[in-house]
């Protein structure tokens, strides 16, 4: 046992410091010329994406970026919403692109996705991103597990060496993440819904993060003593509380750190999309960023 509660990881002060930094480049960005811009594209009315486009909306306006939504009707075609995409792709002020996801059941998601000019494609989800995060090389990444990383760092959690469990093999969150973990140099366990005996991977591994959807999973005597807990999990139990994939209590008494839902990786996923935009932007403005050496939040 690790014989007190664990340190919790303060995800709203990691984002928060991300944003600071984000603002200055785009101040910089800016007075060259280049004010970085983002298009997030929203396909019908539905209610949950309403809000996450807001939220979207509001970060990328205080980041100082030139921030518009297109919203179109949920009966939109394939073909108009990959015209749509074109237009963004062919505009110049554009230096990140958003499609909104869930899309319309009618709408193939992944023809959207390769629509996308890769260097516009700040949710890293075109397959040249894809393949340049599996070759190591230079492109935009995912959001949500770049945001589990820059937690880590921005937190004293090194990755170098350490056995990571990443719970959940999703494109989105667990692939990308595990990924990252192993180009960090991590010994990556990726656990999934057909992994046996998910308790002993846990209790192996020093690093555990859980990208599961499924509340309370994560039992607190799975955690090896100091371990640390990244819960990706975003659940609404039946009172409508917001959880995560690990029971947090439990795992406080057995973890040295872990991050709460809400306020722990959530917070930082916005902050990435501002980072990977403002990096899109410069880089097609052929704009050498410097790389500020991560700050503890
Ligand atoms: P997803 O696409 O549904 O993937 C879930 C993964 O969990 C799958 O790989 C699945 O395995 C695995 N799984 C399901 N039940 C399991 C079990 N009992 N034991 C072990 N693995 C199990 O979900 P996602 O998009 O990756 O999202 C995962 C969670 O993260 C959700 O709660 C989501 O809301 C949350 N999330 C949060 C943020 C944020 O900003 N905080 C962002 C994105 C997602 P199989 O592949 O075998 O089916």
């Not at 010329?33 to 205080?62: F, I, T, W």
């Not at 640390?228 to 973890?255: H, P, Q, W, Y």
Request: contains cysteine; positive net charge; glycine residues 10%.
């Amino acid at each position: 046992m690790s014989g007190s509660a664990a340190r919790i990881i303060d995800g709203k002060a990691s984002a928060a410091l991300v944003r600071a930094a984000v603002r200055e480049t785009a101040l910089h960005l800016t007075a060259r010329g280049h004010r970085p811009g983002l298009a997030v594209v929203l396909v019908g009315e539905d209610p949950a994406s309403q809000v996450y486009v807001r939220n979207k909306d509001r970060a990328a306006s205080e980041a100082g970026f030139d921030v518009r939504t297109l919203r179109l009707p949920a009966t939109t075609t394939q073909e108009e919403l990959e015209r749509a995409v074109a237009g963004l792709n062919a505009d110049a002020s554009v230096h990140g692109i958003l499609v909104q996801l869930p899309l319309p059941k009618h709408l193939d998601a992944a023809r959207v996705v390769c629509a996308l000019d890769p260097a516009k494609d700040v949710d890293g989800l075109h397959p040249q991103n894809v393949a340049a995060l599996m070759m190591g090389a230079p492109g935009l990444f995912p959001c949500t597990p770049a945001g589990c990383i820059e937690l880590c760092d921005r937190n004293d959690i090194p990755l170098e060496g350490r056995r990571v469990a990443v719970i959940g093999r999703s494109l989105l969150v667990g692939k990308p993440l595990a990924l990252m973990c192993l180009a960090r140099n991590a010994t990556v366990t990726l656990a999934h819904s057909r992994t046996r005996d998910l308790a002993s991977v846990v209790r192996e591994s020093e690093i555990v993060v859980a990208a599961v959807g499924v509340a309370g999973l994560v039992r607190g005597d799975w955690i090896r003593p100091g371990a640390a807990v990244i819960d990706v999990g975003m659940n609404r139990t039946s009172e409508g509380k917001l959880v995560g994939d690990v029971c947090f209590d439990e795992a406080m008494a057995r973890a040295g750190a872990i991050t709460p839902v809400p306020g722990g990786v959530g917070p930082m996923t916005i902050a990435m999309l501002l980072k990977n935009t403002a990096a899109a932007c410069a880089t097609l403005c052929g704009i050498a960023l410097e790389v500020a050496a991560p700050r503890k939040s």
